[in-house]
């Protein structure tokens, strides 16, 4: 089993739609969660950082946790052309912490 | 803003020869970097922590003859890809620690012909 498991996608949504990613993760010493942002050929960049169960807003996204299901999400709203990447979710906490394990990346297309 | 560059961004290179990417820290100084490389289409898989001044530590299954990494000061860490095969082509990505968050640089494509 994987520590981060993450849908592939590929997800297309029209411009507007509200975006949805989601991780689920395996070993409940992580303890920092991390959603990044990779357009193509280029490194990740951070979006979203939390610790704690709940949700967290930054403008248009939200990152929510769930530890006591393992379940980590990322929502957009409002989808802009812009938005069009790979969204890697990223873990790290106990034995780990300070190394980031990944999940596999959603490829999103937000189409106009 | 933290920001991490990699040179060269793009190379080309026969079978066995031996690569150099440098990871930089612009604008602080980093104890620590990761390398982490890239399949099309696939996750950051880490490779190594470079740490200053010290010998890094290679995640299981890494080849560390195989890919040399050396962290000579707190802004600069190179990985040496030694007698690159085709199936070393991969993007590289480094990253640099700095108030507990990580910066990535924008990768190297290796392409071994």
């Known amino acids: 089993q994987k520590e981060v498991e993450q849908d592939p996608g590929p997800l297309s949504v029209p411009e507007g739609a509200i975006v949805s990613l989601n991780c689920t993760y395996s070993n409940s010493a992580f303890q920092y969660f991390m959603w990044y942002r990779q357009y193509s050929r280029k490194g990740p960049e951070l979006l979203m950082y939390?610790?704690?169960?709940g949700n967290k807003e930054d403008g248009r996204f939200t990152a929510q946790v769930d530890k006591s299901s393992k379940y980590i999400s990322l929502f957009i709203r409002d989808s802009q052309p812009s938005d069009s990447a790979t969204y890697l979710c990223?873990?790290?906490?106990?034995?780990?912490?300070?190394?980031?394990?990944f999940g596999q990346g959603t490829i999103l297309t937000v189409h106009p | 803003g933290a920001v991490v560059s990699q040179h060269p961004s793009r190379v080309i290179c026969k079978s066995g020869t031996s690569v150099k990417i440098e990871c930089r820290s612009l604008d602080f100084q980093a104890t620590t970097m990761f390398w982490y490389r890239q399949f099309p289409k696939q996750s950051l898989m880490l490779m190594a922590t470079?740490?200053?001044?010290?010998?890094?530590?290679?995640e299981q299954g890494v080849e560390k003859d195989k890919f040399l990494i050396n962290h000579a000061s707190l802004t600069l860490s190179t990985l040496t890809v030694t007698s690159a095969h085709p199936e070393d082509s991969s993007f590289y990505i480094c990253s640099a620690t700095w108030v507990n968050e990580q910066f990535f640089g924008p990768g190297t494509r290796l392409t071994v012909l």
């Open positions: 470079s740490n200053e001044g010290s010998k890094a530590t290679y």
């Open positions: 939390t610790y704690s169960s």
């Open positions: 990223a873990v790290t906490g106990g034995t780990s912490y300070g190394k980031l394990t």
